[in-house]
């Protein structure tokens, strides 16, 4: 079988698992909801000042919801060491490991737009979801970052009892360029001159996601290795 | 030929001794039974062998081809834990990784196997609501559908009743006749006997002996388990 088709079929198998237990998603979501209502009485947020705050706190929240979903997929494998089928088949460790970013990015983005439309709701900003056609990008970029990233962090720490609680101190500084080029273009998008600076973030996130990607391939044959 | 050649394989958890030298040479179309103690170091001499944990020291050459290291898609591992995905059904389970060997989802050979195992009437169930027999059944099965060339099985047996063990037994049989080499680890001194043409005694990492199953015995490996501990689980 070759690469595509088994990443497909990695792939295809993580969404049937997604739509049987509804495990991710829903822990995601209600978290991301979770956060947005926090955030809500930490800041006085209103009309004025709501375009200001809105990429911190949704890059905030989508980082820490991330974390969560991305260490809940990793710990579908290590359940009964269900990852020793796929290792001992004939689909390479990289398709293996690209398939994981890719339904972790898809998990990421369907909670990242039911978010967008929450935060439209309830801080009665409804410009964000306009403007979604220019954040696509940089959002796309951003939670590629993340899913690639997080992936391999989150095989990392299933590996140590403490993984959990690991996951946070060894993920987030390692995305902290990821959260500064989503928080900046968002910023651009929301608040600044049109194509301010917008294209140097957009290329920021862009190399950070081939950087990660690369070192990524490199390093997940050795975690699935006891 | 040699499909898998252990050469002075040593392996240490933490300054723990789990294995100390071993030298094992597993042949094609040969069914190896590795019987052992508890904490003899039979799971961990699975796991170098399959190439899941790497050895401390020695060498470990996979087909006669000591430059090879992707070896994994040409062995079938199963461990203690049956390697599925409890949130999926009987059938999407055994589908995904026969489309993983096969590129088909819905072969006729599948469809044929999980009916000699009777999984086929149980093929919408979801796997965490079957019991420890069936769950293992349907790991081993899925090896069945594959083509590999070696299958390293460690308690193959855990929670088959009389029948199923006795319908995986002449499964493994067939296995060696169509020139697959089979590792299996067991504490079923009787069943893995009958299957084995090569006997290892594994104790506190160290190989007792090695032999061909003529130059023992079934009385010879109980009594080397009453003198070194305990064969259940």
Redesign the interface.
Known sequence: ?GFL??TI??LR?DI??EL??KETLSLMVFLSLLLLVVFNFAFDIDRENVSALAPGILWVIFAFAGILGMGRTSM?EK?????????????SIESFYLSKVLSNLLFLVVMEGVTLVFFAVLFDFEEILMAVPDLLLPLLAGTAGFSIVGTLFSFLSTASRFGEVLLPFIYLPVVVPILLGGVSSMDIVLNGEEGQGYGKWLQLLIVFDLLYLSVSLMLFRYLI?? | MNYIQLRGVRKEYHGNLALAGIDLTVRAGEVMAVFGPNGAGKTTLM?TM?????PTEGKIVYFGDSSRDDV??E???L?H????????TVL?NIS??Y?????DRNGDALRRVMKEQGLWERRND?VRELSQGTKRRLAIT?GLL?D?KVYILDEPFTGLDVKWRGSMISRIKGLKGDGKAVVIATHLVEEGFDLADVIAFLHRGRLLFVREKRETTVEEINRLFDMYGERVP
Not at chain 1, 79 to 91: H, M, Q, R, T, V
Not at chain 2, 99 to 103: A, D, I, K, M, V
Request: net charge positive; aromatic share 14%; with cysteine.
């Open positions: 079988m088709n088994s079929a990695i198998k049937l698992l049987r237990g579908a359940d009964d060491e269900a990852y020793l089928g796929i290792i001992f088949s004939p689909a290795e006891e | 796991k399959a190439g899941i944990t790497s994994r898609k062995i079938f591992f461990g834990k049956n390697s599925l995905y409890n949130g999926l999407e995904f990784f489309r993983l060997f096969s590129g979801p899925r594959t590999c």
